[in-house]
């Protein structure tokens, strides 16, 4: 007798739900690879072809018309394949003149999909920074939407930049990952305050746009509650905000300040984990880890404050608006920009300065 979904009723052998659980993870496992080489052929064959139209650049003097044309030929040629476009020809001709041994450092270029190479080369121009964010996006699994504004709020000069007494409070492979976990500053422009704003009004902004706020807090980051409720000793005390991090596997209590760090803050949070960890924290978990965000803050004070703190506290600054330098502000099309070319569609041309860089600029 079958179900109605075609699935036999008879009673399974003894093991059966293991064995099929990894074969399933074998499979899995089997579609990722065949994707990474299919993805991996992909951005071989584009670096052929880029280091192809590089040199009869160079050696022939080839331009923009001779590209244009080249790309209606292989469109004709191969039709169900998108790709194509004048624009991505060049950026093929970019990767190839800027990527020239396919990697990123030491990573390899080919472990990205195309169009974060793409967003990784034309958003960014320092090598080490090239490579930095490579390898952030192979670890953990980075969209391009997430990539692209990881770069554009600098998060290489953020990542792991918070005061902590993580090194004398944790023990050393712990330790490490915690600090590179926090970040200073953390980025809530996209709450849409003011400076003047207060702790109540940036934390249920914070929970309004949650989904904004745990890409900008990393990876590993699952919200417990807000205004997370402890008693002790018959009186009440409410965290501002918890989470768990299920990479450090311990409890992450959030505190807001909405002005500069004083360091009876600390003594505050220091409470706080104290308090977590006796009522909350299960027996398998980690110390819990406390994360300050006040307005300003001065390093050095922070330092000394938790010099003497007993529990594992990091200090950091937040901003409501945002101060970048103008030439991250003109950025190159967007992703989505590129794709709509890929299909055929009329994009705006990219800025002056950064189409001469990219070679779509004409030549005799």
């Known amino acids: 007798m079958t179900t109605p979904t075609g699935k036999s009723t008879l009673t399974l052998p003894e093991g059966y739900a293991d064995w099929l659980a990894q074969l399933k993870g074998q499979i899995v496992q089997a579609r990722q690879r065949a994707s990474l080489s299919v993805n991996a052929e992909l951005v071989q ?10 040199e009869r650049q160079q050696t022939q003097g080839w331009g ?24 991505n020809l060049k950026y093929m001709r970019f990767f190839a003149q800027h990527c020239p041994d396919g990697l990123f450092g030491q990573q390899p270029a080919a472990q990205l999909p195309w169009f974060h190479i793409v967003t990784v080369l034309t958003q960014l121009t320092d090598a080490a920074d090239r490579e930095w964010y ?26 792991g930049a918070a005061v902590t007494n993580f090194k004398a409070r944790l023990p050393a492979p712990d330790s490490a990952l915690a ?24 934390e249920s902004g914070l929970i309004r746009h ?14 417990v509650g807000r205004q997370f409720r402890l008693e002790v000793a018959g009186d009440e005390f409410f965290i501002d905000l918890l989470f768990y991090h299920t990479r450090l596997k311990c409890y992450v209590v959030v505190e807001l300040k909405a002005t ?15 308090a977590v960890d006796a009522q909350v924290k299960a027996p398998d978990d980690k110390p819990t880890i406390g994360l300050l965000l006040c307005k300003q803050q001065n390093r050095l004070v922070a330092e000394y404050a938790l010099s003497g703190i007993d529990k594992p506290i990091g200090v950091a600054e937040y901003q409501l608006l945002r101060d970048l330098p103008p030439l991250l502000e003109q950025s190159l099309p967007s992703i989505a920009d590129i794709e709509a070319e890929l299909a055929g569609e009329e994009i705006p041309d990219l800025p002056a300065a950064k189409s001469a860089d990219l070679g779509f600029g004409q030549k005799p």
């Open 64 to 87: 923009a018309k001779v590209i244009d044309r080249l790309a209606l030929d292989l469109k004709d040629a191969f039709p169900d394949m998108r790709g194509w476009s004048p624009r």
């Open 179 to 202: 600090h590179d976990t926090l970040k200073d500053p953390y980025m809530f422009d996209f709450l849409g305050l003011g400076d003047d704003a207060h702790e109540r009004e940036i």
């Open 210 to 223: 949650i989904t904004r706020f745990l890409l900008e807090l990393g990876a590993g980051f699952a919200f």
């Open 45 to 54: 064959l584009y670096g052929r072809v880029g280091r192809d139209i590089l």
């Open 260 to 274: 500069a760090f004083k360091p009876e803050h600390a003594g505050q949070l220091n409470f706080y984990l104290a």
């Open 134 to 159: 490579a390898v952030q996006t192979v670890e953990h699994g980075w969209s391009r939407t997430t990539l692209s504004l990881n770069i554009k709020n600098r998060l290489h000069l953020r990542q």
